[in-house]
């Protein structure tokens, strides 16, 4: 069963854009292995590590079982070389057993490059890159590797790389990693959706539901190149072209995540329908499960934004807005606050000039509900599970925090049993929309005067009242405009700087200069009232 991802959760992992992290001495082992089954062929036989489940870090994944291009194309090839334990060594394999549509030594391959450090620097410092490889008809989604720690001083690439693969039978994600030499498989998205956020293998930490997550999604894509240049960046594709291809950017790998998950979404609304827990299907809706960065200023070297987008206070789904604010009245808010990028090792991050960065290179970065779990729950209305009212009524509960909103997701708590959702052709099952929703009224029928239960079950009274939501945020930035600038200021930096907080205990934020720290110390209840805009403590 899964659990919702709470703010409290250590890190205790490391994750790529994509993959997962190096193991900790605990989180070693797999369940099942079948390295000496009969079936198992290929160069990797008895050689690919599972770490799904267990401690022991002695079984083996049966590789014949395993049906993505990865698998097929490298662990279950023919050869005597063995089985590669660098990503050059893949590489090198991939070219041999996948021409189809690429001859050349640097056919199919694009990688994007990823610093946080190196744009806000304005030099070379030290990147993550994404490569695709695109062969055969395979959609640039199906085959992702993900290297780290690369320097354009590098004389040559890392060894450990972590691999998401496409499973066209299964249409879902496979997880590989090399470490220290060793092939490791941390099992497919149908794993992730089955195991709970605390066990099994590490990568669905930062892949809760298998999807794929570039967290910096959406123009100008931050810490990607997409409407700027990153220092070094083409440097070090350039210098080692045969492993990494061509250079692209954070605008062609939104585009191939978008496409992978939509390829993945079916199977996991499947996969959770048929569990048959309304609470784990529409876990998504109620509480944070993924998240994406976004931010206030679409100009590059960290200018003041002008305004204050409406995203960065209550969920973009319940209405568009921003709130107008003097560049020069953001710009005291953040000195006030002392905030300041820091390197991994907590130190502040200095500028070519040999000044102390305080901002993204896109100013004001923050935290939104992932895209990913935005579609799936979108998919859900598509197959008739719930319906946008009951969308919309749902994210109007406790507006003023859209993610990591305790009051929310505690009401899944409130989510009625029913028996089968889902008919034997995998359709949902006759007025599903109508159940939830009745179910989630008569839960909630004695919830106390001014509790989230009573406002919930108050919207789910009223069929018709999804324009009132839209109206209540209208109405909400209306009253954040109507207040003094350097007032309203102080306290939206607040709410973003706890929100920034709360995201950092999550997995998937593993690098310190991904978002600014700063001195101010904001209760965890922390929230912009719905009417007046002012923070409530």
Not at 97 to 116: I, M, Q
Not at 352 to 375: C, M, W, Y
Not at 494 to 501: D, F, G
Request: aromatic content about 6%; some cysteine; charged content about 25%.
């Amino acid at each position: 069963m899964r659990t919702a991802i709470s703010t409290r959760l250590l890190l205790a992992l490391a994750c790529t854009p994509f993959a997962c992290g190096e193991a900790t001495d605990d989180e070693a082992g797999g369940a099942g292995g079948k390295g000496d089954s009969l079936e198992d062929k290929g160069i990797c036989a008895g050689a690919v590590i599972d770490k799904r489940m267990g401690d022991d870090g002695t079984e083996l994944a049966d590789i014949s079982e395993l049906t993505d291009v990865f698998a097929q194309k490298v662990l279950q090839a023919d050869g005597t070389e063995g089985c590669p334990t660098t990503y050059t060594e893949i590489m090198a394999k991939l070219r041999q057993t996948d021409k189809e549509n690429c001859e050349g030594v640097r056919d199919g391959l694009r990688t994007a490059v990823v610093s946080e450090t190196a744009q806000v620097m304005g030099k070379a410092d030290s990147y993550r890159t994404v490569t695709t490889r695109q062969c055969g008809d395979r959609q640039p989604h199906e085959l992702l590797f993900s290297l780290f720690g690369l320097t354009t001083k590098s004389s040559g690439l890392p060894g450990n790389v972590e691999v998401i693969a496409f499973d066209r039978t299964n249409k879902a994600f496979n997880y590989y990693a090399i470490e220290d030499g060793e092939m490791h498989f941390f099992g497919s998205s149908v794993d992730y959706l089955k195991f709970s956020d605390d066990e099994g293998a590490r990568c669905n930490q930062c892949h809760p539901m298998g999807g794929l997550n570039m967290k910096e999604l959406a123009a100008p894509w931050v810490h990607w190149e997409g409407d700027t240049t990153t220092p070094g960046a083409s440097t070090l594709v350039d210098k080692h072209a045969d492993d990494l291809g061509t250079k692209t950017d954070g605008i062609e790998l939104e585009s191939i995540v978008d496409s992978g998950n939509s390829a993945l979404i079916d199977t996991k609304a499947r996969i959770l329908l048929a569990q048959g827990d309304v609470k784990e299907v529409l876990r998504p809706l109620f509480c944070t499960v993924q998240i994406n960065l976004e931010e206030g200023s679409s100009t590059a070297g960290g200018k003041a934004p002008s305004a204050i987008p409406g995203g960065a206070l209550v969920d973009s789904r319940l209405g568009f807005g921003s709130v107008p604010v003097a560049t020069t009245v953001y710009s005291a808010a953040i000195k006030a606050s002392k905030q300041k990028v820091v390197g991994n090792n907590g130190t502040q991050l200095k500028n070519k000039s040999g000044k102390g960065v305080v901002d993204t290179f896109f100013a004001l970065s923050f935290p939104v509900i992932s895209r990913e779990d935005q579609n799936y729950i979108d998919k859900l209305i598509e197959l008739k599970v719930i319906d946008e009212d009951f969308k919309q009524d749902v994210l109007a509960v406790d507006m003023t925090r859209p993610l990591f909103s305790e009051d929310r997701c505690a009401l899944l708590d409130s989510a009625p049993t029913i028996t089968k959702l889902t008919t034997a052709s995998g359709k949902a099952i006759k007025d599903l929309p109508k159940k939830i929703r009745d179910g989630f009224a008569a839960n909630l029928a004695t919830a106390p005067t001014g509790s989230a239960g009573a406002q919930l079950a108050g919207f789910l009274a009223n069929t018709a009242d999804t324009p009132d939501h839209g109206k209540a945020a209208s109405d909400f930035f209306a009253a954040c405009d109507a207040r003094p600038e350097a007032d309203f200021m102080a306290d939206a930096l607040k709410v973003i700087s706890l929100r920034r907080n709360q995201v950092r205990d999550l997995p998937v934020m593993e690098f310190q200069p991904t978002l600014p720290v700063d001195s101010l110390n904001v209760a965890e209840t922390a929230h912009l009232d719905a009417a007046t805009c002012t923070l409530v403590p």
